[in-house]
T-cell receptor
Framework: DGGITQSPKYLFRKEGQNVTLSCEQNLNHDAMYWYRQDPGQGLRLIYYSQIVNDFQKGDIAEGYSVSREKKESFPLTVTSAQKNQTAFYLC????????????????FGSGTRLTVV | AQRVTQPEKLLSVFKGAPVELKCNYSYSGSPELFWYVQYSRQRLQLLLRHISRESIKGFTADLNKGETSFHLKKPFAQEEDSAMYYCALEVTGGGNKLTFGTGTQLKVEL
C-alpha cells in the first residue's frame, strides 16, 4: 500500500526540548515537504526537499531543521520547542514535476499533532 | 511575493443550494492553481487543478486572470461536500511548491 506515513500521531513535549517528527514515503517521489497547519492560517511551508541531500527553507523555517539522507525519509526536528510551535504538522511528497501527478497532486500524510507545554 | 486569499472562513449552505468558494491570488508569474479538500478524519487530497479543466464530484473552477480569481463552484450542494477546502498556487522556479490559502470550511445543512 503506497503512501506517506507520519509518526507519531500525537506528541507532547515540554518547552526547550527537541523533538523529531517522522515522515516516510514509499512512492518513489523525489520531492518532499513539511507544512504547518494552524486554524485560520491554512498551511504554511516549513521546509522542502527536491532531491536527496538537498533541502530549502520555506516561509517559516525558523526554529525547525530537516535532513534528507534517504529518498524515502524527510524527518523534521523542532529545536528547543516553544509553545507557539504547538500545531498540526503535515508532510507531503510529489513526483519530479513538483506539483504531483495529474490525478493525485501532492500526496499528504495523516499528520502529527505536536503540543508543547 | 505570492499570496492566496480565501475570504470566507466558514460557508454554510443548504443541501441542493449552489456553492461558491472564493479564491483570489496575487502572483507575478503564470499561475497554476489547485483546490485541495480535507474531509473529516481524512487526509488532504487534490480536488481539481485548473490545467486539467476537469469536473470532480460536480465541482468546477475557472481561472479568471483578469480578476485573479479561481473560485470553486457546484450547482447543487450535497451533504458529503461538507469539508475544509484549500485553494493553492504553484510557485515555480527554485523548486516547485504550493502556497495555500487559509481555507474555507463548507458546511452543508439539511
Amino acid at each position: 500500500d503506497g503512501g506517506i506515513t507520519q509518526s507519531p500521531k500525537y506528541l507532547f513535549r515540554k518547552e526547550g526540548q527537541n523533538v523529531t517528527l517522522s515522515c516516510e514515503q514509499n512512492l518513489n517521489h523525489d520531492a518532499m515537504y513539511w507544512y504547518r497547519q494552524d486554524p485560520g492560517q491554512g498551511l504554511r511551508l516549513i521546509y522542502y526537499s527536491q532531491i536527496v541531500n538537498d533541502f530549502q527553507k520555506g516561509d517559516i523555517a525558523e526554529g525547525y531543521s530537516v535532513s534528507r539522507e534517504k529518498k524515502e525519509s524527510f524527518p523534521l526536528t523542532v529545536t528547543s520547542a516553544q509553545k507557539n510551535q504547538t500545531a498540526f504538522y503535515l508532510c507531503a511528497s510529489s513526483d519530479e514535476s513538483g506539483t504531483g501527478s495529474i490525478l493525485y497532486g501532492y500526496t499528504f500524510g495523516s499528520g502529527t499533532r505536536l503540543t508543547v507545554v | 511575493a505570492q499570496r492566496v486569499t480565501q475570504p470566507e472562513k466558514l460557508l454554510s449552505v443548504f443541501k441542493g443550494a449552489p456553492v461558491e468558494l472564493k479564491c483570489n491570488y496575487s502572483y507575478s508569474g503564470s499561475p497554476e492553481l489547485f483546490w485541495y479538500v480535507q474531509y473529516s478524519r481524512q487526509r488532504l487530497q487534490l480536488l481539481l487543478r485548473h490545467i486539467s479543466r476537469e469536473s470532480i464530484k460536480g465541482f468546477t473552477a475557472d481561472l479568471n486572470k483578469g480578476e485573479t480569481s479561481f473560485h470553486l463552484k457546484k450547482p447543487f450542494a450535497q451533504e458529503e461536500d461538507s469539508a475544509m477546502y484549500y485553494c493553492a498556487l504553484e510557485v515555480t522556479g527554485g523548486g516547485n511548491k504550493l502556497t495555500f490559502g487559509t481555507g474555507t470550511q463548507l458546511k452543508v445543512e439539511l
